[in-house]
């Protein structure tokens, strides 16, 4: 009441007109700088706080970055030990396993008439088959050859790496679709390399394939994910891959199946890197397992050897 009180005074000593409060003081050309430099300042502080949280999210990006190539490196250095050892196995492997075929292949032809034993035998020289590819993958992981770059047309490629995968595959039931068809697309690298691993990627797609459906079918798709990048994905319709060994699917002598070496994905692995590019493997949504090579046109990236 006071306060509207005095107003109405003031009013009525004015004469009923309302009387303006006074204009603050003009600011002094001292006081203007001031505030000019005050201004600055807190505009130099936000963008100082806004380049040290930038700066922060990169450092940990770098981090984790790094950390990364340091695990590859660490990874690298365990399977080039553990390559070479294996290699040197498999070399004093190799020569008694020749000299066991061969006098196994003289007794079955000397069993000729006697096919109860000669099946015996037979078994034998399938046996030293089986070790034979085992001791070649165990050569090929553990003394890898320098990759030799060429320009390599992916239909041919593909068509030629399918055949090989079908010729090995005895039920003859796999169903193999290539979409879309990977015509003209053409890419600076080692094909011998990259079949081997296409062919690998087929053959354990084959197997999974066999033992997760009825109606098994394996697809090969060919992309181009940009300009620089060419990615070639085998994917089946098997049982896919226990989530909690997604990390371990290519060390060396790891598998899922029954049979094989657990090497072939290692390679696969392997050459990818050594090719410039890199693999990796998922679950797909539907079922079953995909991989993914990826690869750059170019050639660029490689390394000396695999």
């Given at each position: 009441?006071?306060?509207?009180?005095?107003?109405?005074?003031?009013?009525?000593?004015?004469?009923?007109?309302?009387?303006?409060?006074?204009?603050?003081?003009?600011?002094?050309?001292?006081?203007?700088?001031?505030?000019?430099?005050i201004?600055?300042?807190?505009?130099?502080?936000?963008?100082?706080k806004?380049?040290?949280?930038?700066?922060?999210?990169?450092?940990?990006?770098?981090?984790?970055?790094l950390?990364?190539?340091?695990?590859?490196?660490?990874r690298?250095?365990?399977l080039?030990?553990?390559?070479?050892?294996?290699?040197?196995?498999?070399?004093e492997?190799?020569?008694?396993?020749?000299?066991?075929?061969?006098?196994?292949?003289?007794?079955?032809?000397?069993?000729?008439?006697?096919?109860?034993?000669?099946?015996?035998?037979?078994?034998?020289?399938?046996?030293?088959?089986?070790?034979?590819?085992?001791?070649?993958?165990?050569?090929?992981?553990?003394?890898?050859?320098?990759?030799?770059?060429?320009?390599?047309?992916?239909?041919?490629?593909?068509r030629?790496?399918?055949?090989?995968?079908?010729?090995?595959?005895?039920?003859?039931?796999?169903e193999?679709?290539?979409?879309?068809?990977?015509?003209?697309?053409?890419?600076?690298?080692?094909?011998?390399?990259?079949?081997?691993?296409?062919?690998?990627?087929?053959?354990?797609?084959?197997?999974?394939?066999?033992?997760?459906?009825?109606?098994?079918?394996?697809?090969?798709?060919?992309?181009?994910a940009?300009?620089?990048?060419?990615?070639?994905?085998?994917?089946?319709?098997?049982?896919?891959?226990?989530?909690?060994?997604?990390?371990?699917?290519?060390?060396p002598?790891?598998?899922?199946?029954?049979?094989?070496?657990?090497?072939?994905?290692?390679?696969?692995?392997?050459?990818?890197?050594s090719?410039?590019?890199?693999?990796?493997?998922?679950?797909?949504?539907?079922?079953?397992?995909?991989?993914?090579?990826?690869?750059?046109?170019?050639?660029?990236?490689?390394?000396?050897?695999?």
């Open positions: 009441m006071s306060i509207l009180a005095n107003d109405l005074e003031r009013q009525a000593m004015s004469g009923g007109q309302a009387v303006a409060a006074p204009a603050p003081p003009a600011l002094t050309h001292r006081e203007r700088e001031l505030g000019a430099i201004d600055a300042y807190n505009a130099v502080t936000e963008q100082l806004q380049s040290h949280e930038k700066l922060g999210g990169e450092v940990v990006r770098l981090r984790e970055e950390a990364g190539k340091n695990r590859q490196l660490q690298r250095e365990r080039a030990a553990l390559g070479e050892l294996a290699a040197g196995m498999a070399h492997i190799r020569n008694p396993l020749a000299g066991i075929r061969l006098f196994a292949c003289l007794l079955e032809r000397d069993l000729h008439d006697r096919p109860a034993q000669a099946q015996v035998v037979r078994k034998i020289i399938k046996g030293v088959s089986t070790l034979e590819a085992l001791v070649t993958d165990i050569l090929e992981f553990g003394r890898p050859r320098a990759p030799v770059p060429g320009i390599v047309v992916l239909d041919h490629l593909v030629e790496a399918i055949e090989l995968a079908r010729g090995r595959d005895e039920t003859k039931q796999v193999v679709r290539v979409s879309p068809d990977p015509v003209d697309i053409k890419l600076v690298t080692d094909g011998v390399l990259l079949q081997r691993a296409l062919l690998n990627l087929l053959i354990n797609a084959f197997d999974a394939a066999r033992n997760g459906s009825v109606a098994p079918h394996v697809c090969v798709q060919v992309t181009t940009n300009s620089q990048e060419v990615v070639l994905t085998v994917s089946d319709n098997g049982p896919g891959i226990p989530g909690d060994l997604l990390d371990r699917i290519f060390n002598f790891f598998t899922t199946k029954d049979t094989g070496t657990g090497l072939g994905l290692a390679i696969v692995h392997q050459i990818a890197e090719l410039g590019g890199s693999v990796q493997a998922a679950n797909r949504p539907e079922g079953g397992a995909m991989f993914s090579l990826r690869l750059p046109k170019d050639g660029r990236g490689g390394s000396a050897e695999y």
